[in-house]
């Protein structure tokens, strides 16, 4: 008796900072997609992560703990890594050529493809009720690719370029769930740092030129980081099952950015394929959740 309330108490925190968690998402995204008319995505990439890498290796190094920065599977460690600095160029490029709406609707595809890479990369059971949420998830994808003819073809692929491989780092971290989330995400950080500062800052960096850029960086930094931060706190706190579905409530957000910087209203197509992908990927959800008390 004396324990529930706390426990509600842990749930309804972790709850809010999970919702927190995807409104900070949708607030880098919409820096990203604000400075991608003035930067290369690499760039904005590079210092998203950059801002958040420094203070995370000081908080690492202060801690004095050699034991956080190793790793027992260090090749899966660093191909998440790298796959996560690829991918988030790639989010931020689907970001600079659809509606903010479009793209967070059309990355919800990763939860759809998880399950069929875990089933066979990783030898997981995915039952009829999973395999038929996919294709219906994915019959709401071909909805929106173009059923009016005015989808963005290139957007297009790299958003589903995008979901794919937030689909692959998902897949590779059920299969790094005995390693420490601080090492994984600080070398994760770290790739996203090195990957485009070496291969693409030398010929794409552009100056930064105003103060509104100057505060739309730190935006990017700041919210992306917080967003990590309160994402790791929210499943600590409270259960996946409770925590993973706030994440549709960035398909809001998205689409009032849209429509409040780019006077832009989500069409029929959108709304109606969004609504597919997401009943789909809560039913997933839902699905996991019964598999995980059995």
Same mark, same amino acid.
């Given at each position: 008796?004396?324990?529930?309330?706390p426990?509600?108490? #842990?749930i309804?925190?972790?709850?809010?900072?999970?919702?927190?968690?995807?409104? *900070?998402?949708?607030?880098?995204?919409?820096?990203?997609?604000?400075?991608?008319?003035? &930067? #290369?995505?690499?760039? /904005?990439?590079f210092?998203?992560?950059?801002l958040f890498?420094?203070?995370? *290796?000081?908080?690492m190094?202060w801690?004095?703990?050699?034991?956080?920065?190793?790793?027992?599977?260090?090749? !899966?460690?660093? @191909?998440?890594?790298?796959?996560?600095?690829?991918?988030?160029?790639?989010?931020?490029?689907?970001?600079?050529?659809?509606p903010?709406?479009?793209?967070?609707?059309l990355?919800?595809?990763?939860t759809?493809?998880?399950? @069929?890479?875990?089933?066979? $990369? *990783?030898k %997981?059971?995915?039952?009829?009720y999973?395999?038929?949420?996919i294709?219906?998830?994915? =019959?709401?994808?071909?909805?929106?690719?173009?059923?009016?003819?005015? !989808?963005n073809?290139l957007?297009?692929g790299l958003?589903?370029?995008?979901?794919?491989? &937030?689909?692959?780092?998902?897949?590779?971290?059920?299969?790094l769930?005995? %390693?420490?989330?601080?090492t994984?995400? @600080?070398? @994760?950080?770290?790739a +996203?740092m /090195?990957?485009?500062?070496?291969?693409?800052?030398?010929?794409?960096?552009?100056?930064?030129?105003?103060?509104?850029?100057?505060?739309?960086?730190l935006?990017?930094?700041?919210? +992306?980081?917080a967003a990590?931060? =309160?994402?790791?706190?929210? &499943?600590?706190?409270?259960?996946?099952?409770?925590?993973?579905?706030?994440?549709?409530? +960035?398909?809001?957000?998205?689409?009032?950015?849209?429509?409040?910087?780019?006077?832009?209203v989500?069409?029929?197509?959108?709304? $109606?394929? +969004?609504?597919?992908?997401?009943?789909?990927?809560?039913?997933?959800?839902?699905?996991?959740?019964?598999?995980?008390?059995?």
């Amino acid at each position: 008796m004396n324990n529930n309330p706390p426990q509600q108490d #842990h749930i309804l925190k972790g709850i809010a900072l999970g919702a927190t968690a995807f409104f *900070l998402f949708a607030v880098m995204s919409a820096a990203a997609k604000i400075l991608s008319d003035t &930067h #290369h995505v690499a760039e /904005i990439a590079f210092y998203r992560n950059a801002l958040f890498f420094l203070p995370m *290796l000081i908080y690492m190094l202060w801690r004095q703990n050699p034991v956080i920065f190793k790793t027992k599977k260090p090749k !899966a460690v660093a @191909f998440r890594a790298v796959i996560g600095a690829i991918s988030l160029i790639t989010t931020y490029a689907a970001f600079s050529h659809l509606p903010m709406a479009d793209t967070t609707v059309l990355l919800f595809t990763s939860t759809l493809l998880t399950p @069929f890479l875990v089933h066979f $990369l *990783l030898k %997981e059971h995915v039952g009829l009720y999973r395999w038929s949420a996919i294709f219906i998830g994915l =019959c709401g994808v071909i909805l929106m690719a173009g059923p009016t003819g005015t !989808a963005n073809p290139l957007g297009l692929g790299l958003a589903l370029a995008a979901a794919t491989m &937030h689909a692959i780092m998902f897949t590779t971290l059920r299969y790094l769930k005995t %390693e420490s989330s601080i090492t994984v995400t @600080f070398y @994760f950080m770290a790739a +996203g740092m /090195i990957i485009p500062g070496l291969f693409f800052m030398p010929f794409v960096a552009a100056p930064i030129l105003s103060m509104k850029e100057l505060i739309l960086f730190l935006i990017l930094g700041a919210s +992306g980081g917080a967003a990590q931060l =309160c994402l790791a706190s929210a &499943h600590r706190l409270a259960p996946a099952s409770l925590v993973a579905p706030f994440n549709y409530t +960035g398909i809001i957000w998205a689409t009032l950015f849209d429509i409040a910087i780019w006077t832009k209203v989500p069409g029929w197509p959108v709304l $109606l394929g +969004g609504a597919i992908i997401i009943s789909s990927n809560l039913f997933i959800i839902y699905r996991e959740s019964i598999n995980a008390k059995r």
